[in-house]
């Protein structure tokens, strides 16, 4: 820790070594090698995607630093280099919100549709600390806004249909702008039965439904003032969950906010943006549909968060700064009833997570340096203060069981501090980052009351005294580009102490029928996680380009035991066609086989697949209408195939057409 002290004041000083030096300063705007995932304009979708209607979950699957763990056919977990939701942080245009479901099933990124949605920002590491704490890093997924303009109306209506599960969407839009206002409205729905693998059988329990409505309004009453209010309301039922013991039957959102936008003139503050918000998420697992249920059980949860961030951007002579204050609080509850068999026994009921609240506040500060007209260096800190309190009586006095001298509330600060160096010049672009941070144990892992974890088939207990987990990251870059190809490759390394995990504890009875018993969250010494990426581009001819990605990771423990939900060598390859009006592409992607999975953390090795896709489109331009056509196949060859971030191995979809249709006015 005190080497690591001395690096990041070493750091500090040498700009200032630098600018001694210099007599003149350069004040051209340092670029920013943040991972932009651009999903596209409403109108623009068909031309920019190859499957434009897809989920939002298979567009964040095109970065080489996220995976998806999938539970069903809906709303996968987003991992960020290889670190579930606990260490990472997923935002809706800046927005902190939290899930109410124990097992993960409502991720944020199942409250956006990808007809509302302009791109999706991924922020490495601390570099992500701008949100909130955070050890693998952030995704804010910002939503399409028309802005000021003389557009006037502008419509679109979006239509698709997939054979394999025969999942049916429709969507509209609805915008109009002018130079004071504007509003951007969105509604998609969608709808899928059971899907069917590679071998042509059907996976029990895949099927969804759903509706997304979402509308965002602004009012300029002034050259340099914007009020802004957006919504979105979501809400899926009958979700099925093949690799879960349990389904939805509801899954519903309210989120909301009200933003003040301030533009100086003649200033070195360039922005001011004020946002206050709420969100309500209610959540309910179901078991009803199943066959041979030892018990029944009714598992409700329930999540509000109220927040607000003031965010500040500015630049002085050859430094690009941020500040942003922020704060949000949040309720979590969830609770289980159980029904015995016998109607004269009495129900059982406890909570799972013990009406615990969530006050977090913490300022972010960021200086980007322009050292010259090729090279930056960008520091950045956040200091936050993390507050829990169990507000249950009986969820408190039920953790009493364990840790007879708990206190019902517990402080914590979080500190963060990151420095990057870049340069790019002649094509030629490489960076060098050193970062450190901390954490605090989510709900689940500090006060979860016997969570069944269906992958390791334990209950968890939550551990109120676990210390903060922290860790230090290094991180480089190297890039080359010309008129006809590009080549980037990334790497990262993680040395997180404090690690959490769940540890069986032999003493404890599991409350879950046919469970292996009882696993309490504690810490590890430390663990590492090592990930690399090479993302290549090679442009034939103004119609054909080639695309490549190839990404390997590598987990650890303090006792050389492999982490679970570590990606094997993993690649992707397509070739893409463009003239005019039609375009087309085929694609190959796939595993390579899972040599280092995790028998210890109840993982086990999955094979190499792969498979390849096509598909093909066309625009046509009427006199007012705009029409997009696109249509493909997935899975040609129907393979049966499961991966590594499949929750107990259930497979993947086999051969399925699909076709799109979209039109804007």
């Excluded at 960020?80 to 902190?96: A, H, K, Q």
């Excluded at 969804?208 to 899926?236: C, P, Q, W």
């Excluded at 991966?643 to 191995?649: G, I, L, Q, V």
Aim: glycine fraction near 6%; hydrophobic fraction near 35%; include cysteine.
């Amino acid at each position: 820790m005190k080497n690591f002290i001395i690096i990041i004041g070493l750091c500090f000083l040498f700009p200032k070594i630098l600018f001694a030096q210099e007599k003149e300063t350069d004040t051209i705007t340092p670029k920013d090698l943040t991972e932009v995932i651009v999903i596209g304009k409403k109108a623009q979708l068909y031309q920019k995607q190859a499957k434009p209607l897809a989920t939002i979950d298979e567009y964040l699957q095109q970065s080489t630093k996220i995976d998806m763990i999938r539970r069903g056919s809906y709303a996968w977990e987003p991992m960020i280099n290889n670190m579930p939701t606990e260490r990472t942080l997923v935002t809706i245009d800046g927005m902190r919100i939290f899930g109410a479901c124990t097992d993960k099933m409502d991720p944020i990124t199942s409250y956006v549709e990808v007809s509302n949605l302009s791109e999706a920002t991924l922020k490495s590491g601390q570099q992500g600390a701008c949100h909130g704490a955070t050890i693998g890093g952030s995704v804010d997924l910002q939503r399409n806004r028309a802005g000021f303009s003389n557009l006037g109306w502008n419509a679109a209506v979006n239509t698709g249909f997939e054979t394999n599960s025969k999942q049916k969407i429709v969507g509209s839009a609805i915008n109009y702008a002018n130079n004071s206002f504007y509003i951007d409205t969105d509604f998609m729905f969608r709808d899928a039965e059971n899907y069917t693998a590679g071998n042509g059988q059907e996976v029990l329990f895949s099927q969804f439904r759903k509706f997304n409505i979402s509308s965002t309004s602004g009012f300029s009453f002034d050259k340099n003032k914007l009020l802004e209010g957006s919504i979105i309301y979501d809400k899926a039922t009958d979700v099925g969950y093949p690799a879960l013991p349990m389904d939805v039957s509801l899954a519903e959102a309210l989120i909301t906010s009200l933003k003040f936008e301030y533009v100086p003139e003649s200033s070195p503050i360039e922005n001011w943006e004020t946002k206050i918000y709420y969100n309500t998420i209610t959540h309910k697992m179901d078991d009803t549909k199943r066959p041979s249920v030892p018990i029944h059980m009714d598992m409700p949860g329930w999540s509000d968060t109220f927040g607000f961030y003031s965010k500040t951007k500015g630049t002085l002579r050859n430094h690009h700064f941020i500040a942003d204050l922020n704060s949000f609080y949040n309720r979590s509850v969830a609770e289980m009833t159980m029904y015995p068999a016998d109607s004269n026994e009495k129900l059982m009921f406890m909570y799972t997570w013990p009406d615990v609240k969530t006050l977090y506040t913490a300022l972010f500060l960021e200086d980007n340096i322009a050292l010259n007209c090729h090279s930056s260096l960008k520091f950045s800190t956040s200091l936050g203060n993390h507050f829990n309190e169990v507000a249950s009586e009986l969820g408190l006095e039920s953790l009493r069981i364990f840790y007879p001298n708990m206190k019902a509330s517990k402080n914590r600060i979080l500190p963060s501090v990151s420095s990057n160096y870049s340069f790019d010049e002649n094509g030629f672009s490489y960076g060098f980052g050193l970062a450190y941070g901390q954490r605090a144990p989510s709900v689940s892992e500090g006060y979860g009351f016997y969570l069944f974890n269906s992958f390791d088939t334990y209950d968890y207990i939550g551990n109120p005294e676990l210390k903060n987990e922290n860790s230090l990251e290094t991180s480089v870059s190297m890039g080359y580009k010309t008129q006809k190809w590009s080549a980037k490759m990334s790497a990262s390394y993680f040395h997180i102490s404090n690690y959490i995990v769940g540890k069986p504890d032999a003493s404890l009875v599991p409350m879950t029928i046919g469970a292996s018993g009882v696993k309490i969250y504690t810490a590890l010494d430390y663990a590492t996680i090592f990930n690399t990426d090479l993302n290549l581009e090679y442009q034939f001819s103004d119609f054909i380009q080639w695309k490549g990605q190839l990404v390997y990771s590598y987990g650890k423990d303090f006792e050389n035991q492999n982490l679970p939900f570590i990606s094997p060598l993993r690649y992707f390859s397509s070739l893409n066609f463009k003239k005019e009006k039609f375009l087309s592409s085929i694609a190959v992607q796939g595993n390579a086989t899972q040599t280092q999975f995790s028998p210890f953390y109840g993982e086990d090795r999955t094979p190499s697949y792969a498979i390849l896709n096509f598909d093909a489109g066309y625009s046509l331009d009427f006199e007012k209408v705009k029409c997009g056509l696109k249509a493909g196949v997935e899975n040609i060859l129907d393979t049966y195939y499961s991966t590594f971030s499949d929750w107990n191995n259930i497979p993947r979809k086999g051969r399925n057409f699909f076709l799109n249709v979209s039109f804007s006015f």
